[in-house]
Every structure is written in C-alpha cells, then in structure tokens.
C-alpha cells in the first residue's frame, strides 16, 4: 500500500513539473509576463513543428524592440483615434504579456506578444492560457516582432465593447 501512494504521489510530482514547465515567468524593471512554450497548446496557433521556446534573453531583446520602435509611425497608425491613454512609452509599462514565439520558413524568429492590464483579466489567469476578450480598447492589444530583423507587424488593438 505504501508502495501505490508513493507511485502516485511521484507520478503527481512528476506531471506538475513536467506542466509547470511549459510556462515560464519572466519580470523586469520595465515589464512582466509568461513565457510559452512550444510545446504549450494554443488555438490558432501555429503547429508545435513551427513554434519556438523563448528564453529571457530573447524577451529582453523583443522588449527592446518594442520599447525603440512604441512612438513609431506603425504603431501610432494602428491605434484607433479614441484610445485613451495611447500607447506609448509612459504606458507600455502598465501593461502584462504574454509571449508566444515560432520560426518562419526561413528560421527568424517572430515573437508575439500579448498585451493587457491585469486588473481587467477577471479569474483569467495568464500563466495557463492566453487572456483573449472581446472589446476592452487598449487595454488589450497584441503584436508580432520579429528579432531576426527587428520588423513590427500583425498589431491589433481590441475594439471598445
């Protein structure tokens, strides 16, 4: 009998490492949010065989990224004129993430980035999915960049509900 319990207490311990491992916390001066990994199942997504696990060395770069290029034409052209406050430098760090990276055909690597104000995700908890609302404004919003080249692209800013 003690034999079984300790089989099953290890198999428990065992899974929960093994799921824990699947997103990772990453908390910066200037921003905050969970890592996932290839291997974590996303709908609408693309397969495992196209995603990429991130490390914080390459969030620190896409953060980078994102912090150069916040007051760019690109992204100030894809807000909406009635977002208040806009995005911007001042305010990106209000924002948590979440991270999502896979590889194109000719192996850069492109990181989406999922934006939102923790205090408007309700019970939603962002270490197991990704947070996605209807409506919200900016205070939800999401963006591809691509670290190989340094390019933005696919940004999208929820409508007011």
């Given amino acids: 009998m003690k034999k079984t319990a300790l ?21 910066e001066k200037c921003y905050e949010g969970y890592i996932f990994s290839k291997e974590h199942s996303i709908w609408g997504f693309p397969p495992e065989k196209e995603r990429y696990t991130l ?9 980078k990224i994102l912090r150069d290029s916040i007051n760019t034409y690109y992204v100030k052209s894809n807000q909406k004129a009635y977002i208040k406050p806009p995005i911007n430098r001042k305010t990106l760090i209000k924002y948590m993430r979440q991270y999502v990276g896979y590889l ?16 408007n995700i309700g019970n939603q908890d962002p270490a197991l999915d990704i947070i996605s609302v209807q409506g919200g ?4 919003w999401s963006i591809h960049i691509n670290i190989t080249t340094k390019e933005l692209s696919n940004m999208q800013v929820n409508e007011i509900s």
Avoid: C, H
């Avoid at 490390?55 to 953060?63: C, G, H, L, Y």
């Avoid at 194109?104 to 205090?119: A, C, G, P, Q, Y």
């Fill in 104 to 119: 194109t055909d000719s192996e850069e690597i492109v990181i989406w980035v999922n934006l939102f104000m923790k205090k």
């Fill in 137 to 140: 404004g900016y205070k939800f």
């Fill in 55 to 63: 490390s914080p060395e390459d969030i620190s770069r896409v953060e």
């Fill in 7 to 27: 089989i099953i207490i290890s198999i428990f311990a065992i899974s929960s490492f093994a799921y824990s491992q699947n997103v990772i916390y990453v908390k």
